[in-house]
C-alpha cells in the first residue's frame, strides 16, 4: 500500500490544521492506522491511531483533547485534525498502517508515508 500524507503548512499558535492520508494500492478499511511526528534531532513520537473494526482511538497525552484522528473507509483515507496548535507540535508528521500490538509504535507498523511538515509559530 502506499500512502500520501498532504495538509502540513505554516499556521500560529492557536490554529488548526486538517492533515490527510490517502492510502492506494488496496483498502486499508482492514488496518490500525497511525499518525507519527518526528521533530529535528528528536525521535518519532506516537501521536494517535484508530481501530478498523470499532473506530476506537488512542492519542499521546500531549494531543489529547486538541487533536482527532477519523477515517474515511469509502475514500481510503484517515485524517487528523489538530487543533489549538501549540509551538511544540511543531514536527513533520507521517502516516502510517497495518500494525500489529499497541499500535503506538513506529516498529509495529508496515507501511508509511512521506512527512509532511507543520509549523507552528508563536
Known amino acids: 500500500v502506499q500512502l500520501q500524507a498532504s495538509g502540513g503548512g505554516l499556521v500560529q499558535t492557536g490554529g488548526s490544521l486538517k492533515l490527510s492520508c490517502a492510502a492506494s494500492g488496496r483498502t486499508i478499511s482492514r488496518d490500525n492506522m497511525g499518525w507519527f511526528r518526528q521533530a529535528p534531532g528528536k525521535e518519532r513520537e506516537f501521536v494517535a491511531a484508530?481501530?478498523?473494526?470499532?473506530?476506537?482511538?488512542k492519542y499521546t497525552d500531549s494531543v489529547k483533547g486538541r487533536f482527532t484522528i477519523s477515517r474515511d473507509n469509502a475514500k481510503n483515507t484517515v485524517y487528523l485534525q489538530m487543533n489549538s496548535l501549540k509551538p511544540e507540535d511543531t514536527a513533520a508528521y507521517y502516516c502510517a498502517a497495518d500494525s500489529t500490538g499497541t499500535a503506538s509504535r513506529p516498529y509495529e507498523y508496515h507501511y508509511w508515508g512521506q512527512g509532511t511538515q507543520v509549523t507552528v509559530s508563536s
Open positions: 484508530i481501530d478498523p473494526w470499532n473506530g476506537s482511538t
